[in-house]
């Protein structure tokens, strides 16, 4: 036979699924507009660009409200155990799609800037990191529905695929603006373009990490987990 929860406690875990709620809603919009920045890019767009840079104020917007939300819960429910951990990663979450927002505001202002130069390479490789970032955030924030740490730890390896993404955009870019130095503005752009969707992709692997954190209250960061324990040999 089921017991019905006290009203307090079943009021508390309302909180606690709007919570969440508001980080996937903020995580779609830092992907719409992380995809609509690099399309910006790629069709040279300016209109769309000038609607990302603007629409920046509507994800800060709801990472304010995460965090008025978990210092609300905090300091009226004495969370502890697991509900203290996902209060905290909801907000350290939280601050990392801000961040998604900032550089898809930031790949947008490339845009405006890429206008006043010819179409250059390398845009499969800016297209496949882009795909691979916002696939990494995406299944970061189900990982974070789900409760799953294994596929948070899946997320966090394939990291790796977009530095080596952003490596080969370097050299392509470097080759091309040694060869031509009239496109070297271009090709500054760009790489600020590659440098920004691989920092999306690193955000991605914190929240990642932090998932572990929340369902394991295991630390995995700067590779906590392969080190050896203290005092070890």
């Not at 300016?46 to 709801?62: S, T, V, W």
């Not at 502890?80 to 979450?93: E, S």
């Not at 899946?154 to 091309?176: E, G, K, M, P, W």
Request: net charge negative; aromatic share 2%.
């Amino acid at each position: 036979m089921s017991v019905t929860p006290p009203p307090a406690h079943r009021h508390f875990h309302d909180e606690l699924s709007d919570l969440k709620v508001r980080i996937l809603t903020m995580s779609a919009e830092a992907q719409d507009a992380l995809a609509a920045a690099v399309e910006a890019v790629l069709q040279r767009d300016a209109e769309r660009a000038r609607q990302i840079i603007a629409g920046d104020a509507g994800i800060d917007a709801l990472e304010l409200e995460v965090e008025e939300m978990v210092i609300r819960l905090l300091a009226t429910q004495q969370p502890m155990a697991r509900d203290l951990r996902l209060l905290t990663a909801a907000m350290k979450i939280a601050n990392d799609l801000e961040r998604v927002g900032d550089h898809a505001v930031n790949i947008a202002q490339s845009a405006e800037r890429l206008l006043a130069h010819r179409p250059i390479a390398p845009e499969p490789e800016i297209v496949e990191m882009a795909r691979q970032a916002r696939m990494m955030l995406a299944d970061a924030l189900e990982a974070f529905v789900r409760g799953d740490p294994q596929a948070a730890r899946a997320i966090c390896r394939r990291d790796d695929s977009v530095d080596a993404l952003h490596r080969s955009v370097f050299r392509i870019l470097l080759t091309h603006m040694m060869e031509d130095p009239h496109i070297i503005g271009a090709g500054m752009e760009l790489f600020l373009v590659s440098r920004n969707l691989e920092r999306v992709a690193d955000l991605a692997t914190n929240i990642a990490e932090d998932i572990v954190f929340l369902v394991e209250g295991k630390t995995i960061k700067h590779h906590a987990e392969d080190a050896p324990p203290a005092g070890g040999a």
